[in-house]
Nanobody, 124 residues
C-alpha cells in the first residue's frame, strides 16, 4: 500500500518562499504521476500543479504559475513543491496525491492516494 507524507508547511510572511516535500513509501514499480492540491478555509480543494512519472513534464494552475516549481527525485521517492512570492491567498492545507498514470491530471477524482496535508499560513 502506497502512503504519502507531506512536510515543510508553516507560518511565513507575505513575499517569503517555502518548499514542501512529499515522501512516497510502499512504492512499487508501477508508473505514477504526482500532483499538489490545496484547500483554503471555506473553499473547495483545488489543483496546484502536477509532474509526470519521470519528472520531465510539469504544469500548473494559473493561480500559481510563475511562482511555483514542482520537481521530484525518484531515487529518494520524494516530490517537491517550491512556492515563491507567497501571499495571504496562498494560505491553505497543501496535499500531495498520486495518480496511476504517466502524466498528471487536474481532476482530484483521478488520484487514488493522498497524504494527510501540511498547513501553510501566510501572514500579511
Amino acid at each position: 500500500q502506497v502512503t504519502l507524507v507531506e512536510t515543510g508547511g508553516g507560518l511565513v510572511q507575505a513575499g517569503d518562499s517555502l518548499r514542501l516535500s512529499c515522501v512516497v513509501s510502499g512504492y512499487t514499480d508501477s508508473v505514477a504521476a504526482l500532483a499538489w492540491f490545496r484547500q483554503a478555509p471555506g473553499k473547495e480543494r483545488e489543483f496546484v500543479g502536477g509532474i509526470s512519472e519521470n519528472g520531465g513534464y510539469t504544469y500548473y494552475a494559473d493561480s500559481v504559475k510563475g511562482r511555483s516549481i514542482i520537481s521530484r527525485n525518484n531515487a529518494k521517492y520524494t516530490a517537491y513543491l517550491q512556492r515563491d512570492s507567497l501571499n495571504t491567498e496562498d494560505t491553505a492545507v497543501y496535499y500531495c496525491a498520486e495518480y496511476a498514470r504517466e502524466y498528471p491530471s487536474r481532476s482530484e477524482q483521478d488520484y487514488r492516494t493522498w497524504g494527510q496535508g501540511t498547513q501553510v499560513t501566510v501572514s500579511s
